[in-house]
């Protein structure tokens, strides 16, 4: 790869730079590490309590990129080591979090925690040292819509005033305290609100990417084989599970809520875009998302039944589906998001990026990923007799 051929949005050559990646060894910075070694000449500082997800960048040490990335197992809640790779970097990027639904309304302080207070050190390091930092937020920090509440065959619902999600001009909409599932977009909302004001008053120097469900290879992990049994990770991996066990996919309140999916892949050009574009991407909060992967739930497990019965030569369960009560699935204290459609004016404007991929597409890649990684260990471990 030569690193002089690759130029800038604006034309201008790209310095190879030493990234600090908080979170590395999750899915998202596994993808992202993937494309910086393949695609790129930069140095990845690679952060993280696991490196499971990330074992296959880091050994043998005779790949192409191996004096290019190097694994620090460290957990950012209490470790000193951190402020010396940050200062070693030219860049940090934060994607250390507890963001999984089932821990918002049954771990809240722990997710409050994570999403916060153990920010707090990277965002203070970062501004102290005049150090560049790309932090990880979420969709969820609009919360609810404000078309979900009025009423259910109100005509405004149809306008998109009411629905679109704009990082200048749409409001942050929570339940009440004792509905924890809000404990999570909250903290991200707060830490938002503290990069951007370390930005105005201190001059750090920040992006704030909102992550709209991008999902692909490696999310999350399947229960009982690459993660605890009773664990539930986001929706993605539930159905997968499903779908390997020959088990019919959980609808939680009915699967009504709205999603829009984007793929990995995609969504990884666009951090990309923002690592190498640093005078159109600092000050600037984007959603990243595909505005046009707009399904429910429920239509999400039917496409998800069609393709995983493809891929595996399997057909589909008579009865493919079944509801389940939020408070059944989720416990106490769980709500929802309605609808989360990305407005896309920023990240066009600034960054000229769109998502290429269909849903059908992306599904299909990844339930061919699941299938081949999971469908044997999984007949195993149901073969397996339950030790007493
Ligand atoms: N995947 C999505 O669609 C999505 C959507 C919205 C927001 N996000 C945000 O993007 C970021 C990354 O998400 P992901 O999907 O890759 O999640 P992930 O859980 O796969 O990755 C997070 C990683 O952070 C690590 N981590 C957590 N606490 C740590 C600590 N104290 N010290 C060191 N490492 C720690 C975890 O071990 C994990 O590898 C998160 O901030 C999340 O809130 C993701
Ligand atoms: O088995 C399941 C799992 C989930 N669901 C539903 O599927 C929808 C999507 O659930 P996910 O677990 O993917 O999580 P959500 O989209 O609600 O939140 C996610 O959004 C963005 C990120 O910040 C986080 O990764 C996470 O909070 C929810 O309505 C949920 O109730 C099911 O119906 N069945």
């Not at 709209?212 to 084989?225: A, E, L, S, V, Y």
């Not at 057909?315 to 459609?341: A, M, Q």
Request: proline share 7%; glycine share 6%.
């Amino acid at each position: 790869m030569a690193s002089q051929a690759r130029v800038d949005l604006d034309g201008c050559p790209i310095k190879p730079i030493t990234i600090c990646m908080i979170g590395a060894g999750g899915f998202i910075g596994s993808h992202l590490c993937e494309k910086l070694m393949s695609e790129t000449p930069h140095k990845v500082l690679a952060v993280d309590v696991y490196n499971d997800k990330i074992k296959h960048l880091l050994e043998p040490a005779s790949l192409p990129w191996s004096d290019r990335i190097q694994f620090h197992r460290i957990n950012i809640k209490h470790d000193s080591r951190l402020e010396g790779l940050i200062k070693m970097s030219d860049l940090t990027i934060n994607l250390a979090a507890i963001c999984t639904p089932a821990d918002y309304n049954t771990r809240p302080l722990d997710t409050i925690y994570s999403n916060f207070i153990d920010a707090l050190p990277v965002v203070k390091y970062c501004s102290e040292n005049n150090k560049r930092l790309i932090h990880f937020s979420t969709c969820e920090v609009y919360g609810k819509t404000i078309g979900s509440f009025l009423p259910k065959d109100h005509p405004l619902r149809q306008d998109p005033e009411y629905f679109v999600l704009k990082e200048d001009a749409s409001p942050c909409i929570f339940g009440p305290i004792e509905k924890q599932r809000w404990s999570y977009a909250c903290a991200k909302q707060l830490i938002e609100r503290l990069i951007y004001a370390e930005g105005a008053e201190n001059g750090l120097e920040f992006t704030i990417v909102r992550p709209f469900n991008w999902i692909g290879p490696r999310m999350d992990f399947i229960p009982g084989i690459d993660g605890p049994s009773e664990g539930v990770p986001r929706v993605l991996a539930c159905f997968s599970n499903n779908l390997l066990r020959h088990e019919p996919l959980k609808l939680v309140d009915g699967g009504q809520s709205q999603r829009t999916f984007v793929y990995i892949k995609d969504a990884i050009e666009a951090v990309l875009l923002m690592i190498e574009n640093p005078a159109r991407a600092n000050g600037h909060i984007f959603n990243v998302g595909n505005p046009n992967n707009e399904v429910t739930v429920r239509q999400l497990a039917e496409m998800m039944t069609q393709i995983y019965s493809k891929v595996s030569g399997e057909p589909p369960l008579d009865s493919p589906t079944i509801d389940v009560s939020s408070k059944e699935f989720y416990g106490e204290g769980y709500d929802d998001s309605d609808k989360r459609i990305p407005d896309m004016t920023i990240i066009n404007r600034q960054l000229g990026w769109n998502p290429k991929t269909s849903l059908w597409d992306l599904l299909d890649s990844t339930l061919t990923y699941q299938h081949r990684t999971y469908a044997e260990a999984i007949k195993k471990s149901i073969a397996k007799p339950v030790a007493s």
